[in-house]
Each structure stands twice: as C-alpha cells, then as structure tokens.
C-alpha cells in the first residue's frame, strides 16, 4: 500500500540555524504517526513543510499524491491542521467558529454535525473565553476537523494540560483515528507517544535518528532484558549456555542475567531444574524512555 | 474575496461586542472635537500686522477636516494595531493560517473593519461639526470624499504596519497613542503651524500624517485638490502596506 505521507531528505535552515537536517518518514493510511523528539528538534518545522505552510530548502515531500511546494492549496483543502499555541478570539462564539472555519475549507459535513460530534452542541452561543479547557482543546479539534480531513496534523497537544486534561485529549486523539483518519502527531511526551502512536520517528537535532513502532524501537535499541534474583548459589555460570543468554553477572547474593527477550523462561526452568527456586525474580526491560534518551542524549530530554 | 468577507463580518461583530472600544472609537471624535474646538478654535479676530494663522480661514472650518484625521488615526493606529498584535500573540493567526487563510485576507479584513468603523466616527464628527460648531460645509464634497479615501489608505496601511512590526499589544498601544498625540502636535490638529516654534515645524513637515491632514483640508477649504500632499499620502499607503506585506509573519 502505497504511504499517505512520504518525506524524503527534508532540510531546512533560518538563517544561521540548521533546523531541519535529514528527515525522512513514511505515514500510512489510518494509523497515528508520532514525531517524537525534545524541543528544538526540528519537528514543528518539518511537519509545517509537510503541510507546505513553510518551503524546505532540500528533500522530496508527497502527501495524498501531492507536492506541498506546489499544490499548497489543493492539499489544504484535503488536510486538517492544529498548529502549535494557536488559538481563537476570546469573544468569538463556538458557533461562529466553526461556520467561519467551515467557509474558509468547504466540503466537509454541516458545522452544526462537527458541533455535535465533538459535544459542543450546548454551547453554540459560549464565547471562547469562557469555555473550559477541554472544551477549548474539542473546538480547537473541531475546527481542524470541519473539512473531513483524510489526514490531521496535530501539534504539541498536551503541552501545558493537567493531567486529566492530558487524558482526555488523548482519548479526541484516539477518537479522530476511529474515524478513519490518518494521524501526524508532534509531541515531546514520551508516555503520550508510547501510549496513542502506532509508529514513530525519533527525531534529534533536526534529524531522525530512529523510526518504528514503540515495541520495534525499544527492541532495537536497548540491551534487552534483565532477570535478577536472589540466591545463595554462586556457581551460575551454566545459565550462560542457555538460548538468548548474554551475560551473568553476579555481586555478592544479587544475580542479573543480561539476554534477549526469550530469556527469562530459560533462565526460570534452567534455575527450578537444579531446585534453585527465587522468591524474588524479576524482569527488567528498557523502556521507551531509556531508548529515547539513548537516542537523543540525556541532556536533550524536555 | 469571500474570505475577506466572512472575516471582515466576523470582526465587525467582535469588535461590537467590545462596548468600551465601540465608545472609545466613537465617542473620541466627538471629544476631540469638543475640547479642540474649545481651545483652538476661536475665530481669532486679530489685529492686522499678527500672524495670520489657519491660512486666513474660520477656526472651526480648518479644525473639522483635521479631526477627520485625528478619527482616522484613533481607531488606525491604537485599537488596530493592537488588534492585530494580539492576535498574533495569541496564535489565532497561526489559527488561520492553519485553514490556508491567505495574508491579504486577514490584513483586507482588518483594513474594511478599520474603514466602516472610522468612517462611522467621522461621520458623527463631521456631522456634529457642522451642526454645533458653525463649521462650515466642505467647498467640493467630492473632492473631499476622494481625498477621505486616500488619506484612510494611507492611515489604515501604517496602522497594519505598526500591527505586523510591533511585538506585543501593549507596545502597539504605546505607539499608537504617542503617534496620535503627534499628529496632534506637530500635523495640524493642534496648534496652528504658524505659531509652532522652527524645530517642531520640522517634525510636522517631516511627519507622515501631515500630509494626510492637508489632503483632507484642501478640498474642504479651498475645493481644490492638494496635489503634492495626496501624492506624499499615497506614497505613504504604498510603503507601508508593501513593507507591511513583506514583514508579515504568521508565527
């Protein structure tokens, strides 16, 4: 199947500042894609190419079988866009919103349907300024979604939302994707990444320096597992003829067994056939923080 | 264009809905009016031999086309700029920008709001002049209108230039008041020229908005077109809106 989004060397520099480098992702139809890197990382401005708001000094950029460079406006209309801090005249009504928004990309449903799609129905006549929060953060969706998008960029959602605030727009997010639309992610969270993203690509100084989905990329990039128990036995050397076993380790009565995936079962059977049975055996495995902050230097983190 | 339309009506309808600047906007000319009119505006009777000022004609006659201007520039220069910098703050433009509004939508619509709401208060200015003041009639009325138009592109376009340059609303606010002031001072609003000491007659004969308040008063007081001050008025609508243009930013 052919990719809904395919970015190929994109670069891009303001002035002395290289913020975009190398960055080459593929979206597919009906998935939510993540652009997951810490700030600065040239994340905003790739996806602002991808939606052709910017020009990019290098690289090949196709979405929905369009160039963005030349067919801005005719990608526009077949788009949906949340830009990061953007925002809404405080004395502007929620009605007024999306029928203004409606008549700038026509061709979506009637706004009235967006409105109640998105639960705002009681609140035609609520002013911006006054809504909650989470109302804000459903119209603000609302309006990026009154044309029927086939894709969505969404960028920097959760930034500055407490957390219960932070759940429920993960759950709009989730939502827009059961409705069949493809979903561009930008986001700095990890947890907001591993949680709703089904890829992504780890982007760092202006590059992307890992792409996959969560469980991909922490296999790919972390030491795998750890099996640690407690045990008066200091011979264990036989555990390291097992499958998957790298490395036994151990310091005084802690033993860890460093291997892949598929080494915690061998390691449990190895031990109870020689009657040697833990009561504390444990397994670590790196987490998708580990891997981002492997990737992208510890000093880099948000 | 419909773009332009849809925006311009959404503004209208904030900006009524902003009682204290609906006030403010409407309500200064008549002050300023009021408490030039009361300052100024005496008929000087005059000795011969004393500096003959307002060029020899009746006070309130050379007052009324002035504050024209001063109209123009309250609601141009202070709530436009500081309009369009807050939206700019707050990211409702990147809002916009989001839906493939293009630039010429947003600066067009906030110039038509600019224009229905400072010709409403000029309106009223001119209006009340005529009635309280014994002002008297423009001498070519068509020629004035015309003059209107260019000398409210030429105020409209600094107030989208002060609004794309300044960072933030309160700045513009700033800004926009001290201009106001000066146009008051120094352009022909206040003080008669004549009487203004060399150095602040410089600032006036140097100051964009000068030439803005002579294109409105020729036509009133002579029924004449003031040729080189509507050209220096156009040059003024064209530089700032193209520099305007230019150093627009969305983010």
Known sequence: ?302 | MTRVRALSLTELRLFLREPVTVLFTLALPLMVLYVLNGVFGQDQGGDPGEIIVYRGFPAPDWYTPAYVAMALAGFCLIALPAHLVEYHETGVLRRLQASGVPRGAVLGSQAVIALVVATVGSGLLVAAAIAFTGTNAPENLLLFLVAYLVAAAAVIAIGLLLGVLLPTARAAQSVGILAWFVTLFVGGAGPPPEVLPDGLRTVGDWWPLTPVVQTLQEPWLTGEWATRASLVTAAVACGSLAVAWRAYRWD
């Open chain 1, 1 to 302: 199947m052919d990719p809904v989004i395919a970015v190929e060397g994109l670069a891009k520099r303001y002035g002395d500042l290289q913020a975009v480098a190398d960055v080459s992702f593929e979206v597919h139809q009906g998935e939510i894609f993540g652009l997951l890197g810490p700030n600065g990382a040239g994340k905003t401005t790739s996806v602002e190419c991808v939606q052709g708001l910017r020009r990019p000094d290098a690289g090949r950029i196709d979405v929905l079988g369009l160039d963005p460079t030349t067919h801005a406006s005719a990608l526009r209309e077949r788009i949906g866009a949340q830009l990061q801090e953007s925002s809404l005249p405080q004395r502007l009504r929620v009605g007024e919103a999306l029928a203004l928004f409606s008549s700038f990309q026509p061709g979506g449903p009637p706004w009235r349907s967006v409105m109640r799609d998105w639960g705002l129905e009681g609140k035609e006549k609520a002013a911006f300024g006054r809504l909650s929060g989470g109302q804000r953060q459903r119209l603000l969706v609302a309006v990026a979604l009154v044309n029927d998008p086939e894709v969505v960029f969404l960028d920097e959602m959760t930034t500055g939302l407490d957390p219960a605030a932070r759940r429920s727009t993960w759950e709009l997010i989730e939502r827009i994707r059961s409705q069949g639309t493809t979903v561009v992610l930008v986001t700095h969270f990890m947890d907001e990444a591993e949680r709703l993203c089904d890829r992504l690509a780890v982007v760092a100084d202006g590059r992307v320096v890992a792409t996959g989905t969560p469980a991909e990329l922490v296999a790919a990039h972390s030491d795998g597992v750890t099996v640690t128990f407690t045990t008066t036995e200091t011979d264990l050397r036989f555990l390291e003829a097992l499958p998957d076993v790298r490395r036994v380790e151990v310091r005084g009565d802690r033993a860890a067994v460093h291997g892949g995936p598929s080494a915690p079962p061998h390691v449990g059977r190895a031990l109870v056939d020689r009657g040697i049975v833990p009561d504390d055996m444990g397994i670590e495995r790196a987490s998708l923080e580990d891997v981002y902050l492997r990737l992208v230097g510890t000093e880099a983190g948000p």
